[in-house]
């Protein structure tokens, strides 16, 4: 599994309507609006980086709206609440 993370600069009134279209898109697990640089991140998850390139170039930039994007591909996953979550497997509360 891919995991990449993609920052977007945004038109200014358009913020609402670009990240409800990404959220739309297959392998985007999740959008967020944030402060900062950037208006939005997306969480993209897909199974190859074939299928990260046809998201990110194939589907993603061709939304109107978007001014610049930066993705970040993830090598590691470092997460308290994964460790958490696979240990408690089993445990009844």
Known sequence: MVTAFVLFNVERNQVNDVAARLA???GIAEVYSVSGRYDL???IRV???EQL??????RMLKLEGIRETETLIAFRTYSRHDLETMFSIGLSE
């Open 53 to 58: 390139a046809e998201l990110v170039t194939g």
């Open 41 to 43: 991140i997306a969480i």
């Open 47 to 49: 199974p190859s980086t």
């Open 24 to 26: 739309d898109i297959e």
